[in-house]
Structures are given as structure tokens and as C-alpha cells.
């Protein structure tokens, strides 16, 4: 895209019970702060109002209407990097 470090295809758990909650494309290098929608391929998680929850009832994050704004201690994160 910009030339910043590539793409990544990321997998996101619930930092308490490890239950896997999306798959998103991570485009170019920093942390994984928000979630662009367009970017998500794959999503498990509960959306109760404008709160992201795990199943088990840890709050992810918050739905700002143009992206998903995650708690950084509520998820972990691994994946591979292409392209």
C-alpha cells in the first residue's frame, strides 16, 4: 500500500479464555489499535449496542461507527505476514 511494512493476516483471541473473535487484515507496521470493517474477514465476536464482547463476556472493544476501537489488554494477537 504505502510501503509500510506489508500485510499481515492476523488472528485476534480474547485475552481471557483464548476464543478466536476475527481475522483481519493488518496493513503496514505499529500495533493493532482499531479494526477498519472493510479489513475484518472473519468475526466472532458479540456486538451488545455499540460494545464489542467476547462470548465469555470480556469487552474487546468499542464500535465507533468508522472502526472498531479495541481495549489493548483485552485481546491477544498472532499471524503471518505476505505480500
Not at 489499535?33 to 465476536?45: F, G, K, T, V
Not at 456486538?47 to 470480556?58: A, L, Q, R, V
Request: charged share 30%.
Amino acid at each position: 500500500m504505502s510501503g509500510r511494512g506489508g500485510s499481515k493476516l492476523i488472528t485476534i483471541r480474547c485475552a481471557k479464555c483464548k476464543t478466536k473473535l476475527f481475522r483481519y487484515l493488518k496493513i503496514g507496521k505499529g500495533q493493532v489499535r482499531h479494526l477498519w470493517p472493510s479489513r475484518i474477514q472473519e468475526d466472532n465476536s458479540i456486538h451488545d449496542g455499540n460494545m464489542i464482547k467476547c462470548p465469555c463476556g470480556n469487552e474487546i472493544g468499542k464500535d465507533e461507527q468508522k472502526y472498531i476501537n479495541l481495549k489493548r489488554s483485552a485481546f491477544t494477537h498472532t499471524g503471518r505476514k505476505f505480500g
